[in-house]
């Protein structure tokens, strides 16, 4: 048996509870500042947006939500393809520096009060830089997992980089809901806002620590020929195929969690009218729920199928996402939303879990980084960070509340047609290589 090399690369992973500690400590900053960025999107609208008409301002404020993850796929192509060139680890120490500079660009950027019309172009900046590691951030860590998992346990593995980011939810709830509870409404308006943002940089160095310990998957170090760029670039053109229809099957993924997480505290104060306190409760519910669904889905599908799980779960979906919408805006109450937001985290998780190891698997291993991140970033960025924004413009619409159950269902609908053409006839969609083994 060989030793752990310098650089941290051996042949073989010694711990790989650790390993995926260190792999997804990542996925914790940057979702803990979308959640952030959701939750508290009222008071930044207020901050950073030009006064006088606040759902407007609120619009601006999920648009640029929305702007940011529009670098996903950006992010994914560049920055997956240097991962699947370079390797693993080191790509992933590469993302979290980019996406740090995005959080600490959000934390301490001045109101618009102070600076007018710069301030929402600064964190429009901040976004675009938080959506361009992203991008690869979840693709690169889902890889990862997948290839130093054990034979037979690759769902229940790679389930792990989504369950991983409900910590982060859960954390960020947590302090969310603390801070309502020591600070007045109108102090966290104002600047209170600011002091989660301001941890998430605190936490920061920890997390650089956790990634520079990680070693280099197997998998990649048995390639006996890694592609360069340009065969990364053609290979993705090439399989244009299965991108597309890894993004419409992740659909459902993206646009359930950012409903569940999100856009959920949104919804409970402005629609719903429900206590700040009432909404961040849920929140909590969600994350611990979300991070035990995942590995649940992840680890059924290994035993029964990817496929049974997801035509399931996106058919229950499709069926009951806009009744179950209607019945909590008919007469909304905290038991209610949570009842429902526990059916829809249930959804996420369990399809989540399976989905994460179904991409890895259907995309040429080769450039599983760059495939899979561009088909996960385009979920993200047409369809799941869209979803805050989609509500909010399908209530102001329609003005009817439960509206926002069409975009879930159109999600589970993308979802359901994406995994019958996959794996049609029991089969896989064939994938296509430019790099000989």
């Not at 019309?117 to 959506?131: F, S």
């Not at 950012?258 to 429900?274: A, E, M, Q, R």
Request: with cysteine; charged share 10%; proline share 5%.
């Amino acid at each position: 048996m060989s030793s752990t090399t310098s650089h941290g690369q051996p042949p073989e992973l010694k711990s790989r509870l650790g390993a995926i500690l260190r792999s997804t400590s990542g996925n914790f900053l940057e979702q803990f500042d979308f959640f952030l960025f959701g939750f508290y999107a009222t008071a930044i609208s207020k901050a950073f947006f030009p006064p006088g008409n606040d759902t407007n301002a609120l619009l601006l404020t999920f648009t640029t939500f929305w702007l940011g993850a529009l670098m996903r796929p950006v992010g994914a192509i560049v920055l997956g393809a240097y991962i699947d060139r370079i390797g693993r680890r080191k790509g992933l120490i590469v993302t979290l520096a980019i996406m740090a500079m995005g959080t600490v660009i959000i934390a301490v950027c001045p109101t618009y009060a102070s600076i007018g019309i710069a301030a929402p172009i600064i964190v429009l900046i901040g976004r675009l830089l938080q959506g361009f590691s992203a991008g690869v951030e979840l693709g690169g860590v889902s890889v990862y997992l997948f290839e130093i998992s054990t034979p037979g346990n690759r769902g229940f593995y790679t389930s792990f980089q989504s369950a991983s980011q409900q910590v982060a939810i859960f954390v960020a709830a947590l302090l969310g809901y603390f801070l309502s509870e020591i600070m007045p409404a109108d102090q966290v308006t104002a600047w209170g806002w600011r002091i989660p943002f301001f941890i998430g940089c605190a936490i920061v160095p920890f997390i650089f620590l956790l990634r520079r310990t990680l070693e280099e998957t197997p998998a990649f170090l048995a390639m006996k020929k890694h592609p360069t760029a340009s065969e990364i670039f053609a290979s993705a053109a090439l399989n244009w195929r299965i991108i597309v229809l890894g993004m419409f099957m992740a659909a459902m993924t993206t646009v359930t969690f950012y409903f569940v997480t999100v856009y959920t505290p949104t919804f409970g104060k402005n629609v719903l009218k429900l206590s700040t306190a009432d909404s961040l409760l849920v929140t909590l519910a969600v994350a611990v729920t979300n991070f035990i669904w995942n590995p649940v889905g992840g680890a059924l599908s290994d035993r029964i199928g990817r496929k049974p799980v997801l035509i399931t779960i996106s058919t229950l979906a499709l069926i009951t996402a806009y009744p179950a919408l209607m019945w909590l805006t008919a007469e909304p109450s905290f038991g209610k939303m949570l009842a429902v937001e526990m059916l829809f985290s249930l959804y996420f998780g369990v399809y989540s879990g399976t989905m994460l190891g179904a991409l890895v698997e259907i995309v040429p291993a080769h450039v599983r980084t760059t495939c899979f991140s561009l088909a996960f970033a385009l979920a993200a960025a047409l369809f799941g960070t869209f979803t805050p924004l989609a509500s909010t413009w399908l209530i102001k619409q329609t003005g009817n509340d439960a509206s926002p159950g069409f975009w879930l269902m159109f999600a589970a609908a993308s979802g359901l047609i994406a995994t019958l053409i996959i794996y049609r006839g029991g089969q896989i969609v064939e994938t296509r290589d430019t790099v000989p083994a």
